[in-house]
């Protein structure tokens, strides 16, 4: 039993160190050069089409490891979605790549646990979210907290792998919590295709009100959720 036990734990430690390893040497040899690509949509769309029928396949794959490599911004990626294939399409494939992402992130925390968290969530994210790591009933406020524009959504993925909540729920709740957000980010990438300017200009600074309101009060919203299910544990 014993042997088994260490057999289990060395595995766990070699996952832990060849996932670490792997996520540094992308960040640090990809994640500009991806983020810089994403960031002009018709160099992104020059790039995805080159890989003909594959591209979209490359797509999903740059939305997963946007969800695992927390430095690349998920919204140029989302717009870059849309420009390509469309506001449909654009919300389909990148809602695909997410949930992939979602799920590798989830159960690599579920599996090596606690060390995960640590190598890519910064200690003071932990402590903010560390209400939620116990609770059994905290799928409200994750949903809550997943819904706030300008909350490191994927650094609360791997949080998320640390509390109770049943893997199926979670995924529920991110894909509901997230679908508004990627559905305005493909609208967008879809119009500046077409070089509708104004709806780009007038949608975008909603999302901008929304994001800088997320960022002025999520201290505020997430002391007051804290708050509410301590009161009701």
């Known amino acids: ?15 832990f ?17 991806i ?11 020059e790039f995805l089409l080159s890989f003909g029928f ?12 946007q969800v695992v490599i927390v430095v690349i911004p998920g919204e140029v990626v989302q717009i870059s979605g849309g420009y390509v294939y469309g ?23 579920r599996i090596i646990g606690y060390p995960v968290v640590k190598a890519f969530v910064p200690q003071k994210q932990l402590e903010k979210f560390n209400f939620i790591m116990n609770n059994k009933k905290s799928e409200i406020t994750m949903f809550v907290l997943f819904l706030i524009p300008g909350l490191p959504k994927d650094a609360l993925t791997y949080i998320a792998g640390l509390t109770p909540v049943k893997p199926l729920r979670f995924f529920v709740i991110v894909m509901i919590a997230r679908f508004p957000g990627i559905l305005v980010s493909s609208i967008i990438g879809t119009k500046l295709q077409s070089e ?8 975008s600074v909603c999302a901008v009100v929304l994001f800088v309101a ?6 505020k919203i997430i002391d007051a959720v804290a708050k ?6």
Do not use: H
Request: net charge positive; charged share 15%; aromatic share 14%.
């Open 1 to 15: 039993m014993k042997t088994k036990k260490q057999n289990t734990k060395y595995i766990n430690l070699f996952l």
């Open 17 to 33: 160190v060849l996932f670490v390893a792997a996520i540094v040497v992308v960040s640090i040899k990809f994640a500009p050069s």
């Open 35 to 45: 983020t810089a690509l994403l960031s002009s949509p018709e160099k992104a769309r």
């Open 54 to 65: 594959k591209s979209v396949f490359v797509f999903i794959l740059l939305q997963v490891l």
């Open 87 to 109: 506001a449909f399409l654009g919300t389909v494939f990148s809602v695909v790549g997410i949930l992939l992402g979602t799920f590798l992130a989830f159960f690599l925390v």
């Open 196 to 203: 509708n300017y104004l709806t780009v200009i007038i949608i």
């Open 214 to 219: 997320g960022l002025l009060f999520k201290d």
């Open 228 to 233: 509410y299910k301590k009161s009701n544990l």
